[in-house]
């Protein structure tokens, strides 16, 4: 694995520090800025739904420049919105820079993937997807337990300074491990990154652009791509769902005390972590097989947390257990998302980037309906497990489709939507 591509989950760490932080900081923020505690929630909310737009949007934009350029635009916006963030005594100043380093964390994201894409062989795009969410995974062990005590210790705006000079190395990195005046970040979709690099005018270079991305939207289209996406969603929202809720469940269910939520919100981010290198050896060898086995213990984990969430040992367990097993098999469905859009590097992985951010808004929100209505802090788990079970459905009706519509065409090859 080339060393640029941990350089890029350097820079992914950072972002997603900032993404997960505000967590903590809600109250600090609300009290500083004289608004209320929603009102001070809605800036995640706010982060969110920038991800879900911006993804495809900003990743269109970066189609247009060479991958380091991209790249460090996107770096130096996300440290320039954290910055006045950090300044800003204005929740309405405070609540756009959320929305800017949303789309530019999206956007770095798109190109990050396609960079890495691009630097590893053909069959290790498993691997190359685990090391780079490895860096949000690493943002939950040590990211957002640290801005929780930056925030504490010295107030909200410490820990937006904190991710800003995290930024810096991500930078230099970007700097020196990714090539100067390579093709734009959507050159191979259309396989004219030469022309694009050659070609004496820029009417012509604006053409392959514009056919690059054609190219790319065309490959969006593809059956397996979209279930893979939706997949991809539905798993990453049970995920969110709950572990939004994951404080007051351990508080008011299994009774832990305050004091313990940190390292509790740190063995979470270690099973994720185990997750995405878990999935790193296996997903691009074997994806079926650990879809099969870890898609069905994802929903019964969810069930069993759910049944047995007042005993504390048992928490303990399924806290790391559920981290590993839910950020196992959404990295794999990731992964395999970004195998089926080959002809769309940067759009596909703009599309995941979306997915994964639908989940992440989706799965809280529905978390939030069901306590609001009065079923409890458990509530939530059987919401994930059934959003879980909703994906094996999908997965299982879209595999039989692909095999009677290869049955037909009268394919020899194993068809799988995975």
């Not at 380093?101 to 190109?111: I, T």
């Not at 300074?161 to 230099?172: E, G, Q, R, T, Y």
């Not at 994720?272 to 019964?300: E, K, M």
Request: net charge positive; charged share 10%; aromatic share 8%.
């Amino acid at each position: 694995m080339p060393f640029a591509v941990y350089l890029l989950g350097l820079a992914i760490f950072a972002q997603g520090t900032s993404e997960f932080m505000l967590s903590g900081l809600v109250p600090g923020i609300a009290r500083d800025l004289h608004v209320s505690i929603p009102a001070a929630g809605l800036l995640t909310s706010a982060f969110a739904a920038g991800m879900v737009v911006g993804a495809p949007l900003v990743a269109v934009l970066g189609l247009r420049w060479p991958r380091r350029n991209a790249l460090l635009a996107f770096l130096l916006t996300f440290l320039l919105a954290h910055v006045v963030g950090a300044v800003t005594t204005s929740y309405g100043v405070l609540l756009v820079t959320r929305v800017v380093a949303a789309l530019a964390n999206a956007g770095f994201l798109a190109v990050a993937m396609a960079t890495a894409l691009g630097m590893v062989a053909p069959n290790a795009k498993g691997r190359a997807t685990s090391v780079l969410l490895g860096g949000v995974t690493m943002a939950c062990v040590a990211g957002v337990p640290a801005g929780a005590v930056l925030g504490e210790v010295w107030g909200w705006r410490s820990a937006f300074w904190a991710v800003s000079f995290a930024l810096i190395p991500a930078i230099v990195a970007v700097l020196k491990s990714v090539p100067a005046g390579g093709p734009p970040a959507g050159a191979e979709a259309g396989g004219d990154s030469g022309g694009a690099s050659e070609a004496p005018g820029e009417a012509h270079r604006s053409s392959v652009r514009r056919s690059s991305v054609r190219a790319e939207l065309r490959s969006l289209r593809r059956p397996r791509l979209l279930v893979m996406l939706v997949l991809g969603a539905l798993v990453n929202g049970a995920t969110f769902c709950t572990f939004t809720y994951l404080a007051p469940l351990l508080t008011g269910v299994t009774g832990l005390k305050s004091a313990w939520m940190p390292a509790m919100l740190a063995l979470f981010g270690l099973g994720s972590f185990a997750g995405v290198t878990i999935s790193g050896r296996i997903a691009d060898v074997r994806p079926v097989r650990l879809l099969a086995i870890g898609g069905p213990a994802l929903s019964l984990g969810w069930a069993a947390f759910a049944l047995t969430a007042g005993f504390p040992a048992v928490a303990f367990v399924l806290v790391f257990v559920q981290g590993t097993l839910s950020f196992a098999v959404g990295s794999t469905l990731i992964s395999q998302a970004l195998y089926a859009a080959t002809g769309a590097p940067t759009l596909g992985g703009a599309s995941a980037t979306a997915a994964l951010n639908v989940g992440a808004t989706a799965g809280p929100w529905l978390g939030g309906i069901v306590i609001g209505a009065g079923f409890g802090y458990r509530s939530p788990l059987w919401v994930s497990a059934l959003l879980v079970i909703a994906a094996l459905l999908l997965g299982g009706v879209a595999a039989l489709a692909a095999r009677r519509s290869a049955r037909r065409e009268g394919s020899q090859a194993e068809v799988s939507p995975l």
